[in-house]
């Protein structure tokens, strides 16, 4: 039962950290890209404006939020399987109802 939990705690760890990394990258792309025709080498996108005015509080709150969000889907996506309280067709507490899918009493 231990290792069902520490499992799925690492689990959550690992998918929250990736989320947040992919979010961030997710967001600095938005904001690269936004408002403009998605020209790679526009010299005046958001971020790029940003920066040259020394105005870093806007953009790390919108990567905050990207990063945020990024884990917050990536947890949230989990399958229902990896969680610890799944009960599969063969993880029962009752010794008799241990059968496999295709044996069925009658």
């Known amino acids: 039962m231990h290792v069902k939990w520490s499992n799925y705690a690492l689990t959550l760890f690992v998918r929250s950290v990736c989320g947040a990394v992919v979010g961030l990258l997710a967001g600095l792309g938005l904001a690269f890209f936004a408002g403009g025709n998605g020209k790679i080498h526009r010299a005046h996108s958001p971020l790029v404006e940003l920066i040259q005015q020394e105005r870093y509080r806007p953009l790390l709150i919108w990567l905050g939020v990207a990063g945020v969000a ?16 799944y009960k599969g067709v063969l993880d029962s507490d009752d010794p008799d109802k241990k059968t ?6 009658q």
């Open 70 to 85: 990024g884990a917050v889907i990536s947890v949230a996506s989990i399958p229902r399987w990896q969680t610890p309280w």
């Open 100 to 105: 496999e899918p295709n044996q069925r009493t």
